[in-house]
């Protein structure tokens, strides 16, 4: 059953591979959050730098709890995460970006609605050059929707990962996120879709999340490689729900024939 206190148990997952250099400052945002979360858990996915001696303090002082496990990417990380979760609630933190103070205080009273299945807000750039700058008017969600939302979502990703709660018995219910390697990148898009299926989204027209830019983050993939991800997407969402989904087919043919070109 889901809780429908106003202070429902969160869970924090972060997965992390080589974010010695920021994820310090990450775990630093969720400890100084005005809603305390029920734990902290941190999946390092085969970091080869010194993110476990980084962590070490928030390790031995049982402020977070620490799991390493071979590099299978950011999909498996978090489902590891959430297997290892008690919390009701679930909200996601990528290991170089920042929570504002009252990022969870704020998405958890949106809960309350049962329908509510996930909850995501608006966010700022955070420079990566260690001088904390913010560049709010670089970057910023144009576009965002609340209720069912799943045609909107389809046409385009307007969900960061980092500002995202949700419930955990309905990400049990979809299976978690995708793990396979060709849904690299793409496997939070999945997941989002998926989520929206069982329920109503909201939103907070606030920025509660600093995204860090810098070039680790930064996508270098051809044009090519972008194209076959949207392909493979789309074929998985007519698999997995047998829908009619011709409204697509003349876009989804014009890939096609870009891709063989």
Known sequence: MVRTSPKPLVSVIIPSF??????????????????????????????????????????????IKY????????????NRGIKESNGD??????????????KL???????????????YS?????????SGKRFSKVFKIKRFYRGRVFNRLIEENFIPNSTVVVRKNTLQGIGGFVEDRKFFSAEDYLCWLFLVRRGS??????????????ANNISHQSDRESYQRLVGIYAKLIYEFGFDFRIFWKYLESIVKMLVL
């Open 18 to 63: 080589n974010a010695a250099k920021y994820i310090t400052e990450a775990v630093d945002s969720v400890l100084a959050q005005t809603h305390k979360p029920l734990e902290i858990i941190v999946v390092d996915d085969g970091s080869s730098d010194n993110t476990k001696e980084v962590l070490k303090p928030f390790i031995e002082s049982r402020k």
């Open 67 to 78: 799991f390493y496990r071979e590099n299978k990417g950011p999909g498996a990380a978090r």
């Open 89 to 102: 609630l679930i909200a996601f933190l990528d290991s170089d970006d920042v929570w504002l103070p009252e």
């Open 105 to 119: 205080e704020k998405q958890l009273k949106l809960f309350q609605n049962p329908e509510t299945v996930l909850v």
């Open 122 to 130: 608006d966010m700022e750039m955070l420079g990566g050059d260690d």
């Open 201 to 214: 989204v909201d939103f907070i027209d606030e920025a509660l999340v600093l995204y860090r830019w810098h």
